[in-house]
């Protein structure tokens, strides 16, 4: 006998990716009695676990009587079982709502309403509109730093936090991104850990770029630690290179970051909280962040850039963490491969000391690390470089990173993309710039980073004389359709690739 | 035989409210080939039409191979016949986020940046959050009146427009809204056009109100008419009073306040564009607008609705139409009803010239019919006052009423909500001030105005006397479900009943 009010789960097999949806009948009892129609926004209570998901209404063929359907993410999240019995109910009212329109009306807010906005999108009130509604109305200098440090506190406060009691200096680093290929990270910590830094690193997967630290970390082991392992790792080797999301650090990063993602946004502010907010969360106390500037990159004037340190300087500040912005060249894409498996070929190259290593990713792998060295002993800059040149050099890096992957669960086999292309010049003449938005848009075509062999290696630079005909990159991809579609955008956009004067 | 890439329309019985939903098996050959998993935005082709939609994978047992599901709205928008073949690729880039993202960043944008969104969303290329996103960087004064003027004309650009040869001035009135009760759109038409005034009136429905003019006139007549019936109705009778939706004008306003709806927003730049856009396509050349004031109406301060009815004057000068603000009082909510079907019974109160008719909702249509008289005729206020009255009471505005919903359609009989209840005093005093955002937030919760017959009637005035226990108002609801829902949130929120003092 079903109480009243209960309606027995049914797995729907319908993955709608991260959206929670339920499907009931049109015809069931409950909704007409609680006026539930498609689209409503309803509470579900299995007694353990609620969630808020969005009603589709569906025919009497496609569920039985008495039932309530549930898409792939929702069951995953509640635990459910078939036929288990849960409740409905209309959502409850959302206060901080309130505070989310004034901030739209440009109104600054107060701490307490910032942790509830963050606490209430932890606990999934906000639909998906509204949470892009949030990150509009905080985009473009639209937070003051006092808003941003309420932020970051608010996001560290719903997630765990890392104590690190053995250590008392955590170090960390962080480029603000914006330049395909720039993957110096697995570098440097090889580097600063092999030299008695502890550095345990996570990173999220990419937002806005065709891969990030950890996409690139993926192909190469394990990086989907539990925080138990990550601890283990850490205590091991010194360091760690691990994704972010299954750590449970500032959790609701994530759902910021998948709405970022669908409207390729990267606010200054959100991006100041989000980074913060990771390193307060992991235990960090000395934080080193690398912001490259060039007119394609995502900082685009050194006006801009000066603003960013100064609101990353200011809110670290308020939080008690060390904290040196480096501002560094962002002119030209670094290595030779964009995407997760190209990017992966160039740290390998660069940590075996490769003659074929890209020269531009080596030095400034060598620059960041001396960067975290100089931040420990206060050494000069000259010596730093030295000592990080020595130990990349002797191998000690090479050797640190494999430790550090072995740790992970092991150093993974490289996969090759099953269907690739040649981009070709269709004029000859001096290569005088490439376009870093476009490049990372054609790898993103191509798949990356969602497809991790998906992307391009470049085969020239800036400054070479190219030839008609000549490959100027080469396109990979997992599927036909998606090169397909990279090409096509590669042929209207040409120019992405500058090619000016003669041989 | 099946061609390549195509795929045969499956109709789930999925109703998904307006969201463009697809489904397709996880193990479709097509999702391989073009890399397509769930959240994908998908484009289809059938021949004669095209709609972008989201992707959601389902298992084999819902859907045979090599076919596509369609939710009901994707399914009626395309005319789509049970297997029928369509065809699917990715989503052409959207050129105009590059404008949409400058919007965000606080850039001021161009005329054809505007008109370039506003196509894009009106071809349904724009998913909701992207949607969200562009009303929330538009709100909060963030649209210059040179924006504005771009996006009516933009928005007036994209739908149908209505030429009226026979007639030199065309009138219309259009109340800002933000007072409950506020119907006096109905009785204004009636007089204006018992006195010679041409003016057909379409509204949209309510946005974030219990109820808009549409939904009230619902209860009274057909409303939802063809460009063509609409012509006709106002040919016979000088007037009319439709929903705007159907006859096409300004159609990407409602996929606009579709999402402004469901994030509760309304703002300055997007409201006048709105109304303007309506208003030129439906031929208007004379436009009336009331705007009440008031503690918690929409308008808050004489500075905020002096700045709203500059831009309103502004951008009308440029759109060469003549337009005439009139700011009103919005202290408390005009008549006894509260929602579709009890603000229609307070209209035929007025225009039935009944004893029990609310003072306050026929001084309100007055004045304003008088207003548009002034503008027909340069008169004296005084005289136009006098003019209105007598067309009122003389019985030829309820007369003129009558001819335009027999035109429509004929007039319909009222019907009763099958749930009420009393919301009574829980002290006794004086009734000093009533919170109109919070007694149309109590209308809606009670399912108005999607259940007609939910809202509420009021049986006190402000200034008014109460004692303990005595009935303040009467709530209506469609569902026993929605009746306890808005009951709760009454006695959460009592105090939107301001009584204080001793009886």
């Known amino acids: 006998m079903v109480a009243t009010g209960q309606l027995r789960a049914v797995r729907m097999g319908v993955d709608t990716h991260e959206e929670p949806i339920v499907f009931m009948r049109s015809d069931c009892a409950i909704c007409h ?183 690139t970390m993926e192909v190469l082991t394990e990086v989907d630690l539990s925080l138990e392992q990550l601890q283990r790792v850490v205590n091991e080797t010194g360091a760690c290179l691990a994704a972010g999301g299954r750590v449970g650090l500032s959790p609701t990063d994530e759902q910021l970051i998948r709405i970022e993602r669908a409207l390729d946004l990267d606010s200054e502010g959100q991006l100041v909280a989000s980074v913060l907010s990771k390193k307060i969360a992991a235990g960090s106390t000395d934080v080193l962040i690398d912001m490259p500037l060039g007119p394609t990159a995502k900082l685009r004037s050194r006006a801009q850039a000066e603003r960013l340190a100064t609101l990353f300087r200011d809110a670290a500040a308020a939080l008690q963490l060390r904290l040196r912005c480096v501002i560094t060249d962002g002119s030209q894409a670094i290595g030779n491969g964009i995407g997760p498996t190209e990017e992966a070929r160039d740290v390998l190259a660069v940590l075996q000391n490769r003659a074929d290593a890209p020269a531009d990713l080596l030095a400034r792998a060598l620059y960041l690390a001396a960067q975290l060295l100089v931040m420990q002993s206060g050494a000069e800059e000259s010596d730093a470089l030295a000592q990080a040149r020595d130990i990349l050099q002797t191998g000690r890096a090479w050797a640190q990173f494999q430790r ?73 991809a997992d599927t036909v359709g998606e090169l397909a579609y990279a090409r096509d955008y590669f042929r209207e956009n040409r120019d992405l690739f500058r090619i000016e004067g003669s041989v």
């Open 33 to 215: 009695a609680e006026g539930f129609a498609a689209n409503t926004r309803l509470q579900i209570h299995t007694g353990e676990r609620n969630l808020i998901a969005t009603l589709n209404m569906v025919s009497a063929a496609l569920l039985p009587e008495g039932s309530i359907g549930f898409c792939e993410s929702s069951w995953q999240y509640l635990h459910l079982q078939p036929e288990q019995l849960v409740r409905v109910r209309h959502t409850p009212l959302v206060h901080s709502l309130s505070a989310l329109r004034k901030k739209i009306y440009g109104g600054e807010l107060q701490a307490l309403e910032i942790s509830a906005i963050i606490r209430d999108i932890y606990h999934r009130l906000y639909s998906d509109i509204e949470i892009a509604s949030f990150l509009t109305a905080c985009a473009g200098e639209r937070l003051s730093t006092a808003e941003v440090i309420a932020l970051t506190r608010a996001m560290v406060g719903v997630g765990n936090r890392i104590r690190w009691p053995n250590y008392t200096r955590v170090f960390d680093k962080h480029c603000i991104g914006g330049l395909p290929g720039n993957r110096t990270t697995p570098i440097v910590i090889a580097i600063a850990s092999a030299a008695g830094l502890v550095i345990p690193k996570t990173s999220s997967r990419a937002i806005t770029s065709p891969a990030g630290t950890a996409d």
């Open 404 to 476: 550090i992957c072995a740790a992970q669960g092991g150093l993974k086999e490289i996969v090759e993309a099953p269907h690739h292309t040649e981009l070709r010049a269709d004029r000859s003449g001096q290569l005088r710039g490439m376009d870093n938005r476009r490049l990372a848009q054609l790898a993103k075509l191509a798949g990356a980073p969602s497809s991790a062999a998906a992307g391009l290696r470049l085969r020239v630079k800036v400054g070479d004389t190219v030839i008609a005909d000549q490959t100027l990159a080469t396109l990979y």
